[in-house]
T-cell receptor, first 122, second 111 residues
């Protein structure tokens, strides 16, 4: 299957600093990538949809200025947590879906997830 | 908005016992996907169900899609310690092309 690579896998930063997380589709192009946040023992909460060449679409309650998303190419999306605070500590994970097709039919494949980034803000 | 309810939240079983997790939606699902997330890992796709009443098997795992396409289940026969993890169902009907995940069922297996 397709591979999505996320970096770094973990990061510890000081309160007030910014952290950038990268998500790359290694063997396919992804016009859309998704960023999730997962709290301990909880489900995946969609934060935003990253669209190549245009602005990201944020879910309700997610601060756009806090979580900056850039999708400058078909294989790379970045999430920057700006002015991080301890409450931003969490597991952030990206995903992308490839396109498949047969004849005139085109559909999205299953979601491929990055390895996730464990962010700890101290 | 769209929601997918998943129960139970946790399940502790003895190795060899069976396990089932259920997903329900108040609206008709276009199709449903199942994922497994091992502790410390990321979700990995297991299967997709598309047709009403569909049943698919993967070794000891049996996946079902309800006749009304509003519910789905994952059943594991004779659990093994390698089955531990959190199992998520996901509605493939997000408006952004995203998946809408259930809260997941965390399975622990006691040897």
């Amino acid at each position: 299957g397709a591979v999505v690579s996320q970096h770094p896998s973990w990061v510890i930063c000081k309160s007030g600093t910014s952290v950038k997380i990268e998500c790359r589709s290694l063997d396919f192009q992804a016009t859309t990538m998704f960023w999730y946040r997962q709290f301990p023992k909880q489900s995946l909460m969609l934060m935003a949809t990253s669209n190549e060449g245009s602005k990201a679409t944020y879910e309700q309650g997610v601060e756009k200025d806090k979580f900056l998303i850039n999708h400058a190419s078909l294989t790379l999306s970045t999430l920057t947590v700006t002015s991080a605070h301890p409450e931003d500590s969490s597991f952030y994970i990206c995903s992308a879906r490839d396109r498949a097709g047969q004849g005139n039919l085109v559909w999205d494949t299953e979601a491929f997830f990055g390895q996730g980034t464990r962010l700890t803000v101290v | 908005g769209q929601q997918v309810m998943q129960i139970p939240q946790y399940q502790h079983v003895q190795e060899g016992e069976d396990f089932t997790t259920y997903c329900n939606s108040s609206t008709t699902l276009s199709n449903i996907q199942w994922y497994k997330q091992r502790p410390g890992g990321h979700p990995v796709f297991l299967i997709q169900l598309v047709k009403s009443g569909e049943v698919k098997k993967q070794k000891r795992l049996t996946f079902q899609f309800g006749e009304a396409k509003k519910n789905s289940s994952l059943h594991i026969t004779a659990t093994q310690t390698t089955d531990v993890g959190t199992y998520f169902c996901a509605d493939n009907g997000g408006s952004q092309g995203n998946l809408i995940f259930g809260k997941g069922t965390k399975l622990s297996v006691k040897p």
